[in-house]
């Protein structure tokens, strides 16, 4: 499963596009301009675990 | 004394008596269109349960702690509103496809009884209107033993509103590093 997305890079601007997923896992994502690598902290994986979860449960729940 | 035990009840459609065809087609639209306000508000709720923390009702945005390691080795942090990370789109009623054959039980027609002045016995008819009553009968076949309305809803992503869009707009051009 993925779901896209995207954030400017805090060093360049520059569009980087990544999985929400495969932060979660410890991917890491490179910018295309300045090839700055980007991830999320460990600390911060459960909280961004636990949203998506939820938020897909309301997904269910309104049976898209 | 009047016996007539009056007591407080909910009316209880009964199908097999049936209804007017106004009230047979509108049912289903209605809750369809509350299913819709009771997804988006969901959605709302979600979002400030989740993605902020309130306190005396002032909110402030849970975010979420990145890394960035430049090209030259320096590792540096930044954090981002847990909002950006999820695909939050507002949900709403796409498409509804409802499906009931009706029976039509009774039809009631109000013809005008006035008559010409010209010594003409046929009544003339001024207006002529039609109520219809009827019952729901099966779905899917033509068994009208089994009575059922089959309701299908699609549901479609719209675009988030102007300020959603506005507050992730406002965060993701102010993304600063810090080295901590």
Same mark, same amino acid.
Do not use: W
């Given at each position: 499963m993925t779901r896209i997305n995207t954030m400017p890079c805090p060093n360049c601007?520059?569009?980087?596009?990544?999985?929400?997923?495969?932060?979660?896992?410890?991917?890491?994502?490179?910018?295309?301009?300045?090839?700055?690598?980007?991830?999320?902290s460990k600390e911060s994986q459960p909280v961004l675990k636990n949203a998506i979860d939820k938020y897909e449960e309301l997904e269910k729940k309104a049976g898209k | 004394m009047d016996n007539t035990?009056?007591?407080?009840?909910?009316?209880?459609?009964?199908?097999?008596?049936?209804?007017?065809?106004?009230?047979?087609?509108?049912?289903?639209?209605?809750?369809v269109s509350k299913a819709n306000s009771m997804m988006l508000s969901g959605q709302a709720q979600f979002i400030?349960?989740?993605?902020?923390?309130?306190?005396?009702?002032?909110?402030s945005p849970i975010t979420i702690k990145m890394e960035c390691v430049e090209k030259n080795g320096t590792k540096n942090f930044f954090y981002l509103p847990l909002l950006t990370f999820l695909p939050i789109n507002n949900l709403a009623v796409n498409k509804v496809n409802i499906k009931f054959n009706v029976e039509v039980m009774s039809t009631e027609s109000h013809?005008?009884?006035?008559?010409?002045? %010209?010594?003409?016995?046929?009544?003339?008819?001024?207006?002529? +209107? /039609? *109520?219809i009553g009827a019952k729901i009968g099966s779905a899917?076949?033509? %068994?009208?033993?089994?009575?059922?309305?089959?309701?299908?809803? +699609? /549901? *479609?992503?719209?675009?988030?509103?102007?300020?959603?869009?506005?507050?992730?707009?406002?965060y993701s051009k102010n993304i600063v590093t810090s080295s901590e």
């Open positions: 601007n520059q569009i980087i596009t990544y999985d929400v997923y495969g932060l979660l896992t410890g991917l890491h994502f490179t910018c295309p301009g300045c090839a700055a690598v980007i991830s999320i | 035990n009056i007591t407080d009840s909910h009316f209880l459609p009964s199908l097999s008596t049936g209804q007017s065809l106004e009230a047979l087609i509108t049912a289903p639209l209605t809750a400030l349960d989740q993605c902020f923390k309130g306190n005396n009702g002032v909110y013809i005008s009884t006035v008559r010409k002045t %010209d010594n003409q016995a046929k009544p003339r008819i001024i207006k002529k +209107k /039609a *109520k899917d076949s033509a %068994d009208s033993s089994s009575r059922g309305i089959a309701v299908s809803i +699609k /549901a *479609k992503q719209i675009p988030l509103t102007k300020g959603i869009t506005t507050i992730i707009d406002m």
